[in-house]
């Protein structure tokens, strides 16, 4: 069934999770049955994964809340050691991961490393939250010591998607386990061997006691079974706007707390003082990399006019240029979109946007789930192509002519999570970016970054602000803040 091959060495062995879920330290079946892992490039079935349904969520939940108060209640060294050893297998497996992470998601080796380099940084900062100071005090109008102190929510569910899981989901993992969080854990399940399989037998070896790790993959039934359980108290939701909307409606209504990160059409402006052929190298790594199929993709960009006809030109040229295939296989630029779904609806996005008066300067075919890179000029702005987030391959490119404009036409969106400004004047495409809300903005560089120890989040549509990177973003988001005070004698009341 597997076409990779299992070494007596391997991390992964499918003999113990195919069809399995991971609950309280063991492979049990789930209650949801069974699915294949399909491998997009090829259609080949990969291995047998596991599904949970509700039952499974609220067994999972129970067993998290048991074990995550002995483990809160250790020594900061000894978590802290648990995280710095999972830094390192993810280094001295990374061949291994990689090789599902290209097979099961379809990323080119180059991203598929990079996800495992930031994986491994992800602990590595993680590491360090433990003894990181959880606490201040604080000044009191009493004669009383005043204490804020930071302490665990207790069990934090996760939810991934399948575009980049290792990555998105380790983000949140590390860090709530490092402060002292059991996690419960739903992976897309498409790439569940990727984002969740491969997270549990990290974790497994570098010493996580059981219980504290629960993989309970599934679908939207699962989703909603573990944002309703009143066990988990915070919820670190990867995704698409539209599903993170019945995240945070769900959570709201059990007073859960929601982080969301959602979806994004990120707009890349190049200012008339720009260099054409680097902003084009920029370009293309951010509308293309990981054939779009990434929250900060390139969408919109936005050129100034006399630099358009040149900008696109080039930037079509480069598209036509760039090899699709199989990244298993061959080496490619692009792989596969991650199913038929998906492909068509990028295909109907750039069908309606040509048949509403934009150009297709390049690409807009496929072969399978291989699509080519596409370059739309001067697309109408209410066609979906320019105005959505598409998930795909696909970059609008429109004009402008003064700063205004170009504040107008970034601005014109729900969507804020990144934005990227090319201009040989970076003081000034600093002013021109302080116009544009997004929570990301990156001066000479595209839309696409990401650093373990940088604050992560959107605003608007994109999301609820950052809650990941940098330790006081982490301590926030998973822990819970008790005011505490301690007097020398009991106080007198005049009652």
């Excluded at 739903?186 to 219980?211: C, H, N, Q, Y």
């Excluded at 919109?300 to 090899?323: C, G, P, T, W």
């Excluded at 600093?430 to 990301?440: D, K, N, Q």
Aim: glycine letters at 12%.
């Amino acid at each position: 069934m597997s076409t990779i091959t299992q070494t007596s060495g391997a991390l992964i062995d499918e003999s113990a999770f195919a069809g399995r879920i991971h609950i309280d330290g063991e492979w049990v079946p789930g209650g949801g049955g069974e699915i294949p892992s399909i491998e997009p490039a090829t259609g080949a079935t990969l291995a047998l994964v596991g599904i949970a349904d509700a039952a499974d969520v609220a067994r999972a939940a129970e067993g998290a809340a048991r074990a995550q108060k002995e483990w809160a209640a250790l020594p900061h060294p000894a978590r802290s050691a648990v995280l710095r050893r999972a830094g390192q297998l993810w280094e001295e497996h990374a061949e291994e991961i990689s090789g599902w992470n290209i097979r099961e998601v379809g990323a080119i080796p180059p991203l598929a490393g990079f996800a495992l380099h930031v994986t491994a940084a992800e602990c590595y900062e993680a590491a360090s939250l433990p003894s990181a100071p959880l606490g201040s005090v604080l000044s009191s109008e009493e004669p009383r010591l005043s204490i804020a102190q930071q302490v665990p929510v207790g069990v934090v569910g996760v939810i991934s998607p399948f575009n980049v899981p290792l990555i998105l989901g380790i983000r949140a993992i590390a860090p709530a386990l490092a402060l002292g969080n059991a996690v419960l854990l739903k992976p897309d399940p498409r790439t569940v061997i990727t984002g969740g399989v491969s997270m549990v037998r990290i974790f497994e070896e570098a010493g996580l006691p059981a219980g504290l790790l629960q993989l309970v993959p599934g679908g939207a039934d699962v989703g909603e079974a573990m944002v309703a359980d009143p066990r988990v108290r915070v919820i670190a939701f990867t995704g698409s706007t539209r599903a993170g909307r019945s995240v945070g409606e769900i959570a709201g209504r059990n007073l859960t707390r929601a982080h969301l990160e959602l979806g994004g059409n990120s707009a890349y402006i190049v200012r008339g003082d720009a260099d054409v052929d680097k902003a084009v190298n920029l370009a293309t790594w951010g509308s293309f990399l990981h054939q779009g199929q990434i929250c900060m993709t390139v969408g919109r960009h936005i050129v100034h006019e006399s630099l358009f006809d040149e900008y696109v030109d080039k930037l079509a040229a480069k598209a036509e240029s760039m090899h699709v295939g199989d990244p298993a296989a061959d080496q490619v630029h692009l792989g596969p979109l991650i199913d038929d779904i998906q492909r068509d609806r990028v295909h109907t996005l750039v069908q309606d946007a040509v048949a509403a008066g934009a150009e297709l300067r390049a690409g807009g075919t496929y072969e399978g789930l291989f699509y080519r890179p596409t370059v739309l000029a001067n697309p109408p702005r209410d066609a979906a192509a320019y105005s959505d987030e598409v998930f795909g391959p696909v970059a609008s490119v429109v004009s402008y002519a003064t700063d205004d404009e170009a504040v107008e036409l970034a601005s014109d969106t729900d969507y804020g999570l990144t934005l990227g400004i090319v201009t040989a004047d970076v003081f000034g495409g600093l002013e021109l970016a302080r116009r544009i809300p997004t929570g990301i903005v990156h001066i000479n560089d595209q839309t696409v970054n990401d650093e373990a120890n940088a604050p992560f989040g959107g605003v608007g549509s994109s999301g609820t602000g950052s809650r990941h990177g940098g330790a006081q973003a982490n301590i926030d988001a998973f822990t819970e803040t008790r005011w505490i005070t301690l007097r020398r004698e009991p106080a007198a009341y005049p009652l």
